[in-house]
Each structure stands twice: as structure tokens, then as C-alpha cells.
């Protein structure tokens, strides 16, 4: 019995043996996925960081142009404005002359009561009517 005893021992021990050694072989395998996997996920982070990277580059750039787009609006928007403040500056005396010949006309009209009541409007006339009559 001691030898048939040591017989399944020794079996036994081999199963465990087998056993130990088929585990350690999947865990080396999947420790080798495991790495794998992780250095895929690393190089996926740094793709993205990469990207990011880009990005964030790409909009620094963007605001840059927008920035400058800005200051020359504002920058043409002012000299518009100072061009058309020079026209209006010019044009202000010119406004002024018109209306000065304007009365100019008017007052060498009423000169003769004859052209006064041609060249006024009709209330005019009627007051002018009203003057003769009384």
C-alpha cells in the first residue's frame, strides 16, 4: 500500500505541478495582452495629447486673426469715420453757403409785391390779399 500510496502522491503532485505551471503560462499571456493593450492605450494618449496639442495651437492661431481682424474693423471703421467727419466738415460751409444764397433769393424776391405773390405759397397770398384790402 505504501508504494501505491506514493504512486498517487506523486501523481497527485505532478497534476499540481501541471497545473501551476499551465497557470503561471495563461497569466504570463495575459499579462502579455495586458501589456500590450496598455501600450496601445498609451499611444492612444498620446495621439491625443498630440491633437490636443494641435488644436490648441490651431485655436491660438485663430484668435490671433480674430484679434487682428478686429483691430483692423476698428482701425478702417475709424477712418471712415474721420473721412466722413472731413466731408461733413467740408461740407458744413458749403451747406451754409446754400443757405445763405438761399436767403439771398428769397430776400431779393420779396424786393418786387408782384414775384412776392408768384413766388409764395398760398397763405402767403392770402395775408398779402388781406394787407391790400384793409
Do not use: C, W, Y
Request: net charge negative.
Amino acid at each position: 500500500m505504501s508504494e501505491s500510496f506514493e504512486q498517487n502522491i506523486v501523481s497527485l503532485l505532478e497534476d499540481h505541478v501541471e497545473l501551476a505551471i499551465s497557470t503561471v503560462q495563461k497569466l504570463r499571456a495575459e499579462k502579455l495582452e495586458l501589456e500590450a493593450e496598455i501600450a496601445r492605450l498609451n499611444n492612444d494618449v498620446l495621439q491625443r495629447d498630440a491633437k490636443i496639442q494641435e488644436l490648441e495651437t490651431d485655436n491660438s492661431e485663430l484668435e490671433e486673426e480674430l484679434n487682428l481682424g478686429r483691430l483692423a474693423t476698428t482701425q478702417e471703421r475709424s477712418e471712415i469715420r474721420e473721412r466722413l467727419e472731413s466731408l461733413m466738415t467740408v461740407l458744413a460751409p458749403a451747406d451754409q453757403t446754400e443757405a445763405d444764397t438761399g436767403t439771398e433769393i428769397s430776400f431779393t424776391a420779396q424786393g418786387n409785391d408782384s414775384d412776392k405773390a408768384a413766388s409764395l405759397p398760398e397763405a402767403d397770398s392770402e395775408s398779402s390779399e388781406e394787407s391790400r384790402n384793409n
